[in-house]
């Protein structure tokens, strides 16, 4: 993974607003934003493949427990296991990791970690509340937040190639996920808030490239979400503690945590934080959405779980609207001025 370029010059960050280009994709050119795209679709693929590790864990401690399925205390072990080891891979395999810390990364990377855990932990919160498929579909609105919150922040409107690649994109999921209106309760409401820390996330990050060395900010980001989730099964546990932490020897507890803290961990959020800030944000937004196409194959691959005509129909949209924005907006300014 190459670095962001973080000097671009006062002459370049002038022409590159004038453009349009948001702060974060100042200084990268067509080619690095293309090579990002790619690198993020990798990470995608890591990410599709950790449903079923992770679902694999937070069963497999729920039942050590004694707390039932669906209990919330077995998903958020396997998130503080995880995000532990993590950081602890992260900070011994990076140097950079290591030096360089000031207040003001150690602010910027806590505030980044709040962003992430709260995206995952309200995920799997609202995941007892309400179905998979309504979630899923209330999470991937994040592609909507996204170009909201920029066109709030930027004040650049996004461009009409990028609205069109949002609402394909949208019905795409919907399709996928064979969502439908089930009322709106505390699952959905969840649902919806974990979409907006996404988006902010997402937003964040995509502007954060030229001011704190991405490194440090992977590790400050693995070292919040371990320490909250951690702090939080603790606080849930109560007398189940000695079980919980004896579960995590088993084979299908470790086996899979490790799986997830090498991939979808390591390797996917440290893209994502080297690649984003070299692609706009919405485009970013985007190119998430494949992660539960790489999630069906997966799962048919794995369990034999094939996807119908329609979900297929809701695939082919997502990918046709990634195409779209990555070949159009390649060509033309990806945000104009009001």
């Known amino acids: 993974m190459g670095l962001p370029n973080r000097n671009p010059g006062r002459a370049g960050t002038v022409a590159a607003m004038d453009h349009g280009q948001s702060p974060g994709t100042i200084g990268t050119g ?103 498929a309504i979630t899923a579909f209330l999470t991937s609105l994040t592609v909507v937040f996204v170009p909201l919150l920029s066109w709030a922040v930027t004040r650049r409107r996004p461009s009409n190639v990028i609205w069109m690649g949002v609402v394909l994109a949208t019905v795409g999921v919907w399709l996928m996920t064979g969502a439908t209106a089930e009322g709106f309760g505390i699952g959905e409401l969840l649902g919806l808030i974990c979409s907006i820390c996404w988006a902010v996330y997402i937003f964040v990050i995509a502007h954060s490239g030229l001011r704190e060395h991405p490194a440090r900010m992977v590790a400050a980001q693995f070292i919040v979400a371990a320490v909250l989730s951690g702090g939080l099964s603790l606080m849930l546990a109560g007398e189940r503690l000695p079980a919980m932490v004896a579960a995590t020897i088993d084979p299908r507890v470790w086996q899979n945590v490790l799986l997830l803290a090498l991939f979808a961990t390591v390797a996917a959020f440290g893209i994502l934080t080297y690649q984003q800030p070299k692609i706009d944000a919405v485009r970013a937004s985007l190119i998430y959405l494949a992660e539960p196409i790489f999630a069906a194959a997966f ?40």
């Open 30 to 132: 067509a080619p690095a934003a293309r090579a990002a795209a790619g690198w993020l679709l990798l990470a995608c693929l890591f990410w599709g493949l950790s449903f079923t590790w992770a679902k694999t864990v937070g069963e497999t401690v729920n039942g050590a427990v004694g707390a039932g399925p669906g209990a919330t205390l077995g998903p958020l072990w396997g998130l503080a296991v995880r995000f532990g080891i993590a950081a602890l891979l992260w900070i011994a395999i990076v140097p950079a990791a290591r030096t360089g810390w000031t207040i003001g990364a150690v602010r910027h990377g806590v505030w980044l970690g709040l962003l992430m855990s709260a995206a995952i932990i309200v995920q799997h919160l609202g995941l007892e509340h309400s179905g998979a």
């Open 299 to 338: 799962a048919w691959a794995w369990a034999g779980h094939g996807m119908t005509a329609t979900q297929i129909g809701g695939a082919v949209l997502i990918l046709v609207a990634n195409v779209a924005v990555e070949v159009i907006a390649g060509r033309e300014s990806v945000v104009v001025p009001d």
